[in-house]
């Protein structure tokens, strides 16, 4: 399977293509011109993604999964408990974590735009009917309802559950380092501590990376916050 990484304007979204192509996350509303570009200069035509799946539902990573899903005809899949921020069209209260990330809220507290969730998760959704071999998964922390996506070759594609780096990555992009938003702070070291568990080797982050598992479960041992 090829993983393909998007960077955009606050988030970076993820293509990864098998037997299928699934898109995991849509950035900020107003970014589809360009996310579509991307996804086509990687080789697939935007009409054949099978999937759209955002690992949360802020609008910078889920802003754009509107209009991606009205464009091309891919369902749009969600947790369910971050459901309700795509249908509303609005973010829930975004939980700072610290001086700096109450900074970083000015910015980056986008809504997305308001889209009904063809497919609302509740526990692991096997992507294999999406043509990826992969499974998305359950993993609190940032938000109530955030999904990460682990494929069999040890990549994860893991959304806002740690960040690489400072300045979006832009400085020490492989170091992990807590999310500036968390809604359970404690609940990251344990979820790193199953991924590495279950064979993860790399994580592919929202904000920059990507980041060896070792390294983030050394950062992250079970019991920190």
């Known amino acids: 399977m090829e993983i393909t990484r998007i960077p955009l304007r606050l988030s970076s979204a993820y293509l990864l293509r098998g037997r299928g192509a699934v898109l ?3 950035g900020c509303p107003g970014e589809e011109d360009r996310l579509l570009r991307a996804v086509a200069r990687a080789g697939v035509d935007p009409a ?3 999937l759209v799946l955002c690992t949360h539902g802020h609008g910078d990573h889920a ?8 464009r091309t005809g891919a369902p ?3 947790h369910a408990a971050d459901a309700a921020m795509l249908r509303r069209g609005r973010n829930d209260p975004l939980v700072p974590r610290g001086v700096e990330a109450r900074l970083v809220k000015l910015f980056a507290d986008v809504d997305p735009r308001a889209h009904d969730p063809e497919i609302i998760v509740s526990g692991v959704l096997d992507l294999g009917p999406f043509g990826i071999d992969a499974l998305a998964e359950p993993v609190p922390g940032h938000t109530p309802g955030s999904l990460v996506v682990r494929t069999s070759d040890g990549d994860v594609i893991a959304g806002d559950l740690l960040r690489g780096g400072v300045l979006g990555g832009a400085v020490a992009a492989r170091r992990p380092l807590p999310h500036y938003f968390s809604d359970r702070p404690a609940a990251v070291g344990p979820a790193l501590a199953r991924l590495a568990a279950a064979g993860a080797r790399t994580l592919h982050l929202g904000h920059g990376g990507p980041v060896d598992v070792r390294r983030a479960v050394e950062r992250f041992p079970v019991g920190s916050r």
């Open 24 to 26: 995991v996350d849509t």
């Open 48 to 50: 054949r993604l099978s």
């Open 63 to 70: 802003g754009g999964a509107a209009g991606v899903s009205r």
């Open 76 to 78: 749009v899949a969600v």
